[in-house]
């Protein structure tokens, strides 16, 4: 704990003061921000929002809390950190408050420091804090968690069910300074590079789950699972072909990898028409949304929230080929369940009165601040995806910048209270603006008004302050409100349970008729960095995806599901790609003026711990295993980084992309019934397989006859 200056106790002693008549029957804790001069790569913005240089997080903000009495209580500046006036290098900004499940300590992210001077750049990075004794009448203690990595930015700390602290970062995948920093995969702008978990006894930190183009917000809900945002973003560079933008390939992602003078990428299809790989059959293919998603506490069985996907959420997007009949175009209105369309889930908070229920803030990507409408809809653990309805909590006209009579102004940071009341962050500006609001956010509760929620009354009152600094070329002076950001109700919980990799009958019964003691296989996969992924039937896929080939026959038997009487796809193999860093970003010279740091591209699979695992099928595609006659697929995969991958058929022309990055741990097994998860039944009406797949039988036994030969490398390539 720091020792006060007097500037630094006259704070105190101001700050401590009844401020608010709003009742509430218990204490929240929130942050207070600089107004950010842009929205984009700063605090508080969609996304790049984990930077901490001055230009990008504006100093003079701290933690607060707001007792139910309406007392309120300047956190940091009690404890010694921030200044007041000119920001030097004692300045703070501070972000991502999260209560234990005691409610008698708490996690924080901060950064501390500025330049003193025009021009300056000193080095600095957001690290986590926690912070007891903020109870009335105790004496607070700020400390620095230790053993987190210190030299890159880490933020939205939680704590899990067994008091570990997950956490997101820009920390690379490889943790290799060299891949430093991970770029995104839509404005090649620096990233966080997924979720990353600290454990506190013995130091260790490990990546949970791998996110190309960053993941956003962890909570723990009721169920146990870690549900965040991730920026679902699998498609090509957009920027690659623009004039001067001077991308290019590394050989490899390792250092001292050579520059290649190539922007060659092999998955997903194309976008810009002017690839070289376009196919007039085949449509351009992007995809951009922030969806919910969910993750054991130990890292496996990645996905989306209980599986909902764009068949549940979106409104438009185009099949994968121009030239089938039996494939068409994605439109809502065909009689599912959920008629209100959204695109993004930020901030999700779970309702502590309905299990699975959680509201979020769907929000433009710019010129907001990552503001916009609140949301919300029920996915509990097991609810069926394909029957989840979103509800428009605040009007429809809050999502985006306009002039609509029912435009209440933008939201964001919204909770629900124990007592059921919802609180969030407002500003009453409802037009696209690219410097501050003239409407600062406040937290403030919210009212029922013809159907839809509208701001009532704030929380906490603050006086404008007075704050100066070198930003870093010119001096910034501002008097004024700060924003009030992310507050969290600060109330004892339930500690839920621990989530961990459950494996299913199918995959139980193979390994138990091949006499593989799941313990020792489990033990083999984690000392060498491996998964295995096991599809029982990759012929079938849910009956809603019309949007890519259904008709899908495994020519070697025969094996086919026809969801309808249109073109039938034979398909061979399942053909993986790795996320690795290799596009280099540079300037007009290209190869010749390279930035740090890469953006990570499809590659295929080439992992050596892998390909040394695998069953060697003669004249495969790269990467890929072949199909087996029951139309199953079993392969070794590499762990803590992004995975996808392609059936395909003889000739190896890609069938059915998969759209998504998915990640697994050390020692997993993922079990799935089919290619596209099947949320119902599959296209030709029938249940989830539950067949033994007889891929995963041929590669236990593959394994048994080569345990004794196997040599392997660090699993890093």
Request: proline content about 6%; some cysteine; glycine content about 8%.
């Amino acid at each position: 704990m720091k020792m006060k200056s007097a500037s630094q106790l006259i704070i105190f002693v101001l700050s401590f003061y009844i401020n608010s008549s709003v009742a509430l029957d218990n204490p929240i804790m929130f942050v207070t921000q600089y107004p950010v001069q842009n929205d984009f790569a700063a605090i508080g913005t969609t996304f790049g929002n984990h930077h901490s240089g001055i230009e990008n997080v504006g100093r003079g903000g701290d933690l607060y809390i707001r007792y139910a009495d309406g007392t309120l209580r300047n956190l940091t500046r009690e404890a010694g950190f921030g200044m007041v006036g000119f920001q030097g290098v004692d300045s703070i900004a501070v972000r991502d408050p999260t209560i234990h499940w005691g409610a008698n300590k708490a996690l924080f992210s901060m950064v501390i420091g500025a330049t003193q001077e025009q021009f300056g750049r000193p080095v600095t990075y957001w690290q986590m804090y926690e912070i007891t004794g903020f109870g009335q009448g105790q004496t607070i203690s700020i400390t620095k968690v230790l053993n987190q990595p210190p030299d890159y930015n880490n933020i939205t700390p939680i704590y899990d069910s067994q008091d570990n602290i997950v956490f997101t970062t820009d920390m690379p995948r490889t943790k290799n300074r060299y891949n430093y920093p991970q770029y995104d995969e839509y404005d090649n702008d620096a990233s966080t590079t997924g979720l990353w978990k600290l454990n506190r006894q013995t130091g260790a930190i490990n990546l949970l789950q791998h996110a190309p183009s960053g993941s956003f917000s962890p909570i723990i809900d009721k169920a146990g699972r870690i549900v965040f945002t991730r920026w679902d973003h699998l498609e090509r560079d957009q920027q690659a072909f623009t004039v001067g933008a001077g991308h290019f390939n590394y050989s490899s992602e390792l250092p001292g990898a050579t520059a290649i003078n190539s922007v060659a990428e092999v998955f997903p299809e194309p976008q810009e028409a002017n690839d070289p790989d376009v196919i007039s059959s085949i449509n351009l293919h992007s995809v951009n949304h922030f969806f919910p998603w969910q993750l054991n506490q130990d890292g496996t069985a990645e996905e989306t929230l209980d599986h909902v996907g764009r068949h549940e959420l979106h409104d438009y997007f185009t099949a994968s080929f121009n030239v089938d009949s039996s494939l068409f175009d994605f439109a809502p209105y065909l009689g599912r369940p959920n008629v209100n369309v959204i695109r993004n889930t930020f901030m999700l908070d779970e309702d502590p009165a309905l299990t699975g229920r959680f509201i979020a803030i769907d929000a433009p990507e710019f010129g907001t601040y990552n503001a916009g409408q609140i949301i919300a809809f029920k996915l509990a653990l097991g609810d069926r995806p394909d029957l989840v309805s979103v509800g428009y909590i605040t009007h429809p006209e809050t999502r985006n910048p306009g002039s609509g009579a029912n435009h209440s102004g933008f939201y964001r940071d919204a909770i629900t209270l124990v007592d059921g009341t919802v609180l969030s962050s407002h500003t009453a500006t409802t037009h696209d603006n690219n410097t501050p609001f003239e409407s600062p956010f406040t937290i403030k509760t919210l009212i029922m008004d013809n159907g839809y929620l509208i701001p009532d009354s704030s929380i906490a009152n603050l006086p404008d302050v007075t704050v100066s600094f070198w930003s870093p070329d010119v001096m910034v002076n501002f008097t004024g409100q700060l924003w009030q950001f992310q507050p969290v109700e600060v109330v004892a919980r339930s500690v839920p349970p621990f989530t961990s990799e459950q494996l299913e009958t199918p995959e139980l019964q193979v390994m138990s008729e091949e006499n593989v003691d799941v313990n020792d296989f489990q033990n083999y996969l984690r000392n060498n960095n491996l998964a295995v992924v096991v599809m029982r039937d990759v012929t079938t896929r849910d009956s809603t995806d019309q949007q890519q080939p259904f008709n899908l026959r495994v020519p070697s038997s025969g094996h086919q599901t026809i969801g309808d009487g249109g073109q039938l796809y034979d398909i061979s193999h399942l053909q993986f790609v790795q996320a690795d860093q290799v596009r280099g970003i540079g300037g007009a010279g290209g190869v010749n003026t390279p930035r740090e740091g890469q953006r990570p591209l499809a590659q295929f699979m080439h992992d050596n711990n892998v390909m040394q695992n695998n069953i060697p099928f003669a004249g495969a595609p790269t990467g890929s295993v072949e199909i087996y006659p029951d139309g199953s697929v079993a392969a070794f995969v590499p762990t803590r980084r992004a995975m996808a991958w392609q059936s395909v058929a003889p000739d190896a022309t890609p069938v059915v992309r998969e759209r998504y990055w998915i990640s697994f741990q050390p020692g997993e097994i993922r079990a799935c019934a089919g290619c596209h998860g099947i949320n119902d039944v599959d296209q030709a009406g029938n249940l989830p397989t539950q067949q033994k797949a007889q891929a995963f039988q041929a590669l236990l036994q593959h394994w048994k006859q080569n345990l004794n030969t196997l040599v392997f490398s660090d699993g890093f390539e």
